[in-house]
């Protein structure tokens, strides 16, 4: 018999598109991927290079369960050198990705009917995570007239005794906004545990840098990673930066469900951290040119951006003037424009009607993908789901 958590947890929309795509492809098409949030880029030769060494050098079996104290230090370098904090490498949990984070945390924190508040739309895994713990998502819409800013006072609003924590993700995905200085220090005058998503830090463009919520609070539980900085996707290699209460009972669950992240992949993420800036740099300036190309070819194709993303790899666009059904609009774009692209409900039921777009792929497919896209609007409203 299947668990009823088993059976109810909706499914990672994206990814299925992405199936789909997979599938035409092998029956012959060429798809146009700008739905995956995924680098492009080959993993930085000084990573590939470690995690070599690391293999040869017989360094392949368990690490302690927090993770190796040379990549937990390095960690702790990295936030001080960034955003000017302090942080113990006692402080810091390694993990194999951000996922495995999230797991260890809503375990911790979460008895069944307490409350996590999020933005929506949010990224699609949260609730789930949530849910899966018998926790409950309370959410807060924000909106694309003011750069999905998530808003204190309506946070404080939906406040109650069963609040647990406020969950923020800045660069955030789908939007890729960043949530301003001085709401991230409102949110933290709240009372509340804040648990901020940093996944995305480093992928910023402009003059007006990201913010750790560290910066304002250690009242906070920090989740980052190596995937998307650092084209590592497949390493699985993240980390929780936590208040010392909480790390003991994540280093319990740690040991009994994950034991430690992978040996060889820690060791990459001290050269990452040590020895990729240049790299880093060389990516960030890459996906800025792809963003404002996109950003461009977009607006002439008739989608209204309100305010220019300025994070992540992520624009997430106003379609609802060529259908309300963003799932039936992604799924028709790609059988029919063999573009593929997320639908905004995989975001949450605020993001309905609406597209995400990832420039995580190169300038000439973008172009291929714009190009597409413009000879399927040009048939519309023929193309589109009736």
Known sequence: MI???ARDIPPFIVMDVAEKAEQMQRAGCHV?????????????????????????????????????????EAIAEDYLR????????DQIIVTSGTSPAMFMLFATLLEAGDEVILSNPHYACYPNFIRFFQGRPVFVNVYEDDGFQLHPDQVQARLSDKTRAVF?????????????????????????????????????????PEHSILEYTDRAVVLNGFSKLYAMTGFRLGYIIA????????????????????????WAGVTALREAGEDVARMRAIYDQRRRFLIQGLIRLGFNIKVEPRGAFYILVNARHLHHDSYALAFDILEKAHV?????????????GYLRFSYANSMENIAEGLRRLEEYLRLAPRSTPS
């Open 243 to 266: 208040p010392a209460v909480f790390i003991r009972p994540m280093q319990k669950i740690q040991q009994n469900f994950f034991i430690s992240a992978a040996t060889p992949a820690q």
């Open 168 to 208: 923020i993700n800045s660069p955030a995905n789908p939007t890729g906004q960043l949530l301003s200085p001085d709401r991230m220090q409102a949110l933290t005058e709240l009372g509340q545990l804040v648990i901020s998503d940093e996944i995305y830090h480093g992928l910023v463009y402009g003059p007006d």
């Open 340 to 352: 593929g692209v997320s639908p905004g409900i995989d975001f949450g039921a605020n993001a309905e």
């Open 82 to 89: 960034r955003y000017g904090v302090h942080v113990s490498p």
């Open 3 to 5: 668990t009823a958590r």
């Open 32 to 72: 146009i991927h700008l739905e995956i949030g995924e680098p492009d880029f080959d993993t930085p030769e000084c990573i590939k290079a470690a995690t070599t060494r690391a293999l040869a050098e017989g360094r392949t079996h368990y690490s302690h369960s927090l993770g190796l104290w040379e990549l937990r």
